[in-house]
């Protein structure tokens, strides 16, 4: 039987206030990961990666895939606006041919000189949400869903504008992404979630061999800070036994990431009271009485938690300042815009995703597709600290950017969970621009660093599109964001 977990009743909680009126996302599915906490569950441990690293290696199967590629090849995407200049494909990698278990991808390559580019791979979190209707659909992809449903508008602050970019469905389940034995849907895991994805990537690599040698890197968000480090684990491990494909990883950038079930909780609580949604004496209980870290609170600390979740109100957690979905509804006529991120775009991705038309031209086999699943997920470190650790250790770039007015991963939660890691600053903390305004603040510790993204929520390049491309060349090319003023984006 397992222990009570001291998150069980704080995050059952939060299910019920935090999100009363709205579809399940990506946030959800993290408060509900971590309600199935139990005491039992263990720490992140190296040895405990490194075994199943080594299992995934050994085990992992590459397939021939002559032909593939020109079969994934999209010829247009319905609704896609004029003068799309850059080939974008879309299929399925099978990962396990006797489970049948296959994912989904799609994957957009620079309009300008793709041919020297680096490959970015992009997942996000949940866990079980999908990096096809959230990050290419609504964040950093090079189309938006309008609000008919049907069409779609251009993002000019795409990221396929400087790297070529895949999106992946992980794991099986997710969107488009399947197993035909449906029994796998209740044993997965953080490390099924990592094999899987590095059997699918140098599987990939093979359908697309002139990518074999480009620089890599991994980018993702919220669940992502599990999802991203672990992959980029498996992969130095995996390159190290000199076996099948060597993956040329460079390094991995984490956006509003749950790396830290401890410092994460507590980085919450104090955001809530920092940004004026909490009063004082709620805040001062907490602050007295709640150790997240330990395996029971306190009937006292539970109280005040409660009582601070009350206390916010219905506000869009995601983005404190945003407004809420009213109307869900889709809209004929009115063509949508980059700069003013739509709260209902949730709504015409899915529809635009479930149309036979969209899915036929994506080569996906029909499916009623969600933004996100339901697993019976099995395995779940309560830190990711270690792996953070190893990446940095064998030189790994290594990124955490946090959207400042998100307050489900707060920037608190990150600055904690970096603060734990006691490294060095390198470059002390500072404005960073994007044009003539403050983009962020940035600071460079000896192996991480971190950008704040003002004005963006958990969801960094659907709020704050021209800042978060700002930030990803940046990271791409190995220099801090423009410290200055500037004319640009």
């Not at 791979?121 to 309008?146: D, Q």
């Not at 150790?291 to 995601?318: H, M, P, Q, V, W």
């Not at 790994?396 to 608190?412: C, E, F, H, N, Q």
């Not at 403050?438 to 960094?460: L, M, N, S």
Request: proline share 6%.
């Amino acid at each position: 039987m397992k222990k009570f977990s001291p998150y069980a009743c704080l995050l059952n909680l939060s299910l019920l206030a935090f999100f009363p009126y709205s579809k399940a996302s990506q946030a959800d599915k993290l408060d509900e990961l971590i309600l199935s906490r139990s005491s039992q569950n263990p720490p992140m441990t190296l040895s405990w990666a490194e075994e199943d690293a080594m299992k995934t290696h050994y085990s992992a199967n590459v397939a021939p895939q002559e032909g593939l590629r020109q079969a994934d090849k999209i010829v247009a995407l319905p609704g896609q606006p004029y003068g799309v200049n850059f080939d974008q494909y879309a299929g399925y990698v099978t990962v396990d041919p006797v489970a049948g278990r296959a994912l989904f991808y799609y994957f957009v390559e620079s309009p300008y000189n793709s041919s020297t580019k680096p490959l970015v791979l992009w997942l996000n979190g949940g866990p079980g949400c999908s990096s096809l209707g959230y990050g290419a659909f609504e964040e950093l992809g090079p189309f938006r869903v309008n609000s008919d449903g049907k069409t779609l508008f251009n993002n000019k602050y795409a990221w396929n504008e400087v790297a070529n970019v895949l999106f992946l469905e992980s794991p099986a389940g997710v969107g488009f992404s399947y197993s035909n034995t449906t029994s796998d849907y209740d044993r997965t895991g953080d490390k099924s979630t990592a094999k899987d994805a590095y059997v699918f990537l140098i599987n990939w690599l093979e359908r697309f061999p002139e990518y074999k040698s480009r620089d890599f890197y991994i980018t993702g968000e919220s669940y992502g800070g599990h999802y991203v480090p672990q992959l980029a684990y498996t992969i130095l491990l995996s390159n190290k036994l000199n076996y099948q494909t060597i993956v040329n990883l460079k390094g991995i950038a984490i956006g509003n990431a749950w790396i830290d079930d401890a410092t994460s909780l507590k980085g919450i609580f104090d955001y809530l009271w920092a940004h004026a949604l909490n009063s004082d004496e709620t805040h001062e209980v907490i602050e007295k009485y709640c150790d997240f870290s330990s395996e029971n609170l306190s009937a006292i600390c539970l109280n005040a938690t409660t009582r601070a979740i009350t206390e916010k109100g219905s506000i869009d957690f995601y983005n404190i300042y945003a407004p809420l979905c009213h109307d869900t509804s889709l809209k004929n006529g009115s063509t949508g815009s980059v700069y003013d991120f739509d709260p209902c775009s949730d709504y015409y991705g899915t529809a635009y995703l479930n149309r036979p038309e969209v899915q036929l031209a994506l080569h996906a086999k029909p499916t009623n597709w969600s933004h996100c699943s339901g697993f019976n997920w099995t395995d779940s470190p309560t830190t990711i600290l270690p792996i953070i650790e190893y990446l940095i250790a064998n030189d790994i770039k290594l990124w955490i950017y946090s959207g400042d007015i998100d307050a489900r991963v707060p920037v608190t939660s990150s600055r904690y969970s970096i603060n734990t890691l006691k490294l060095p600053i390198q470059v002390a903390w500072h404005p960073w621009y994007s044009g003539n305004e403050v983009g962020g603040y940035v600071v460079k510790y000896k192996g991480v660093t971190f950008v704040t993204v003002r004005g963006a929520g958990h969801t960094v390049p659907s709020w704050q599109p021209a800042r978060a491309l700002i930030l990803i060349l940046s990271f791409l090319y190995e220099s801090l964001p423009p410290a200055s003023p500037w004319i640009g984006f």
